[in-house]
C-alpha cells in the first residue's frame, strides 16, 4: 500500500472529525434530535410538521458552508468520474438503504455509535463492508 503523502492531511482529518462530533453533540444536547442527513431531509420530505424551521436551517448550513469557502476562495474539488446516470442510480440506492436502515452514516456511525446503540454498530459495519465490497468489486474484478 501507497500513502500519498502530498494529500495526506492526519491534522486536518482529525480537526474535521471533531468539528463534526462537537457539532452532532451540540445538536442533541440543544436540540434533542440526532443529526443524522437522511432523517432531517427526509422530515422536509414528509407532510408539513412544526419542526420544519430547524429542518430548513440545518440543509441550509450543508449547502451553504460550500458555497462561502467557495465566496473566500477555497472551493472544493470536486471529482466525480461517473456519468449522470450512475450518479443519480447510486444516490437512489444510498437514499432506499438509509430507508431500510433507519438512518444513514452521521445518524448511525457518528451519532449512534456515540450513544454505544447495537442497531447502529450493525447499520455502519454494514456500510463499511458495502464500501469494501463495492471498491473491490470495481477494482479488481469489473476494471476501474
Not at 436502515?101 to 450513544?115: D, I, K
Request: proline share 3%; charged share 10%.
Amino acid at each position: 500500500m501507497l500513502i500519498d503523502l502530498a494529500h495526506f492531511t492526519p491534522g486536518l482529518s482529525l480537526t474535521g472529525g471533531l468539528i463534526i462530533g462537537v457539532a452532532a453533540a451540540v445538536f442533541v444536547m440543544f436540540n434533542g434530535r440526532i443529526a443524522g442527513i437522511s432523517g432531517i431531509v427526509g422530515g422536509l420530505l414528509s407532510l408539513p410538521r412544526n419542526d420544519i424551521g430547524w429542518r430548513l436551517a440545518f440543509v441550509a448550513g450543508l449547502v451553504g458552508a460550500p458555497v462561502i469557502a467557495a465566496l473566500l476562495g477555497k472551493p472544493a474539488q470536486v471529482d466525480i468520474e461517473a456519468n449522470w446516470s450512475i450518479v443519480l442510480v447510486a444516490g437512489f440506492l444510498v437514499g432506499l438503504g438509509t430507508r431500510y436502515a433507519s438512518g444513514c452514516t452521521s445518524g448511525h456511525g457518528v451519532c449512534g455509535l456515540s450513544r454505544g446503540s447495537l442497531r447502529s454498530l450493525v447499520a455502519t459495519l454494514t456500510f463499511m463492508a458495502a464500501g469494501f465490497l463495492t471498491v473491490f468489486v470495481q477494482r479488481h474484478l469489473i476494471g476501474g
